[in-house]
């Protein structure tokens, strides 16, 4: 078989790792399909630029039909970020009968099913696998590996920059933006993290885990975001003593044919597999009716792990083109979309809130509880903070959102209620 010939688009931290792993994994590559692998053009913006790969100046180009017009490239791989322009390289590429790899979540989360559409019209492969979890095999192991079960539930720490961050204010005390900006000094959160801590890095990641695990095409939209922006030590510190541990979690569960998807900042108790996943490691649990709990570790980021799952969809595509069956991998949801009412969602919460401290006001708020069918699992009535006030903390058994959020306001309406100071979703195993 001919050499396989590649055409990179972006040498960030991502495209050098790429070069890297093809340059010094050749052997491995040779024997998976067969044949040599080479890098033919790059697309940079600055072709000029000090590079901190060995790279042959005259692989690089400014001109992105250099690769997507080239008759001899036969694997476009997306590693450049962006999404218009990036859509219409990627569409570009699928039509010249060129096989893509992209690691770029936004993109597929956003028109994934419209550019495996195209993909799979033109009879070409599109892999993604790079773009949930970074290097954890993730996508594989939902598709092919847990090909046989029916996967009720997904849990996922899939942001690095948001797990180091509550780590830290976790396991050191400190601060939401103390710890945001060393994370910003030490280069593990961007310069503007809104995507990351306000939660739609996740939720992105999480639209794409929900359409493959559940075959139900799912969109952006449909997740119910929350990030950790309002998190604070104290409320950390208290979860801490009931026996919790907070985490940005993305939440996917189905129950018959509806599916629910959320990211969110949730208590897990500490002995949940999650609850151990540390700094800015990304982790996804996976249970499935057949093989029960699952779950996939790793890291989430970064040039070589990324790249790793990259070159691993390069190979993918050049063993499909050894067998002729490209194109053919992708499988459409098998079911329509179908999403929970909020009646339909079911949590256990963690409630803090400050009350006046006189008696009988624990009375009206248990009767409020009460009358939407709420019972409590663990109560915490802290020392008074302010004057004649105290701060109790309720953890409620099951309660449907439609219930709860008909709680909250009922609680916000009652006068002894001076503050509803944080609720999260809690998670116990
Ligand atoms: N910003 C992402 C994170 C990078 O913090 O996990 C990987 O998508």
């Known amino acids: ?113 419209e550019l495996l559409t195209v993909a799979s019209e033109y009879g070409c492969d599109l892999f993604y696998e790079a773009s949930v979890g970074g290097g954890i095999p993730i996508l594989r192991g939902l598709v092919d590996g847990l090909a046989s079960d029916r996967i009720t539930q997904m849990m996922g720490i899939v942001n690095g920059t948001t797990n180091y961050i509550l780590t830290k204010m976790t396991n050191e005390g400190r601060s939401y933006d103390e710890v945001l900006k060393e994370a910003q000094e030490l280069g593990f959160a961007e310069a503007d993290p809104t995507s990351d801590v306000e939660g739609l890095d996740a939720a992105r990641k999480m639209t794409i885990l929900a359409t493959l695990g559940f075959s139900m095409h799912i969109d952006l939209a449909d997740v119910q975001v929350s990030g950790i922006s309002k998190v604070t030590d104290e409320d950390i510190r208290y979860g801490k003593k009931l026996g919790y541990t907070m985490k940005l979690i993305g939440y996917a569960h189905r129950e018959g044919e509806k599916v629910e ?86 949590s256990k919460y963690f409630l803090r809130i400050r009350v006046q401290d006189e008696v009988g006001v624990f009375a009206e708020i248990t009767t409020i509880f009460a009358k939407f069918g709420v019972s ?13 006030t105290s701060e109790i903390i309720l953890v409620t058994h099951r309660a449907s ?29």
Request: net charge negative; charged share 20%; hydrophobic share 40%.
């Open 1 to 113: 078989m001919k050499s396989i010939s590649i055409g990179l688009l972006g040498l960030g931290t991502v495209g050098t790792g790429v070069v890297q792993i093809i340059k010094n994994h050749q052997d491995k590559l040779m024997h998976q399909v067969g044949c040599p692998v080479e890098v033919k053009k790059i697309l940079v913006q600055n072709v000029h630029k000090k590079r901190s790969v060995d790279i042959d100046p005259g692989l690089l180009t400014d001109q992105a039909d250099d690769i997507l017009l080239d008759q001899d490239i036969d694997v476009v791989i997306e590693v450049m970020g962006g999404i218009e322009t990036t859509k219409d390289y990627l569409i570009t590429a699928l039509r010249q009968g060129k096989h893509v790899v992209t690691a770029n979540k936004d993109l597929m989360a956003l028109h994934g099913s």
């Open 401 to 429: 959102l439609t219930n709860y959020e008909h709680i909250l306001q009922e609680l916000r309406d009652l006068s002894a209620v001076k503050e509803v100071k944080s609720t999260y979703r809690v998670v116990r195993k």
């Open 261 to 346: 998807v959320s990211v969110a900042p949730t208590f897990l108790s500490h002995n949940h597999p999650l609850a151990s996943v540390q700094n800015e490691f990304n982790a996804v649990y996976v249970y499935g009716e057949a093989v029960g709990e699952t779950m996939f570790y790793g890291p989430g980021a970064g040039s070589l792990p990324t790249a790793s799952a990259v070159v691993s969809d390069l190979v993918a595509v050049i063993k499909n083109l050894r067998i002729g069956v490209n194109g053919k991998s992708a499988v459409s949801p098998q079911y329509p979309k179908q999403l929970k009412e909020d009646s339909e969602k079911y």
């Open 376 to 388: 409590f699992e663990e109560i915490l009535q802290l020392p008074v903070k302010e004057h004649e």
